[in-house]
């Protein structure tokens, strides 16, 4: 199964608002450098732990950032969880975009 890319994403949130996101939450598939370049050279930032070794010393107002992202993106989890336990879409086995979408619209 392909992942929806993070450069189509946020340019369709683009094209919908007219303008790119401050901030982009993003699962663990998405924190690559390619994506973190690009999402720096248009002025996002995504809230994303640092690659590689943790810091020693992290600030309080970082620490601090680093939890209201986590908090942000739990929510976000919760509506994955929510929409697989009442509306059985983890049920769903289809591969591709146009028959899944065909299977979610039959249920």
């Known amino acids: ?16 608002t007219g303008y790119y996101p401050e901030y982009v939450h993003v699962d663990k598939i998405y ?32 620490k601090r950032q680093a939890n209201e992202s986590e908090r942000i993106r739990n929510s976000i989890e919760g509506k994955f969880g929510e929409g697989k336990r009442r509306f059985s879409l983890n049920r769903i086995m289809a591969k591709f975009c146009h028959t899944s979408e065909t ?4 249920k």
Do not use: D
């Open 1 to 16: 199964m392909r992942l929806p890319c993070l450069k189509t994403q946020v340019e369709g949130f683009k094209n919908y």
């Open 31 to 62: 924190r690559t450098r390619e994506n973190r370049a690009w999402c720096k050279k248009r002025g996002i930032k995504m809230t994303v732990p640092p690659l590689g070794r943790p810091p020693a010393n992290v600030s309080k107002e970082q």
């Open 103 to 106: 299977a979610i619209v039959n």
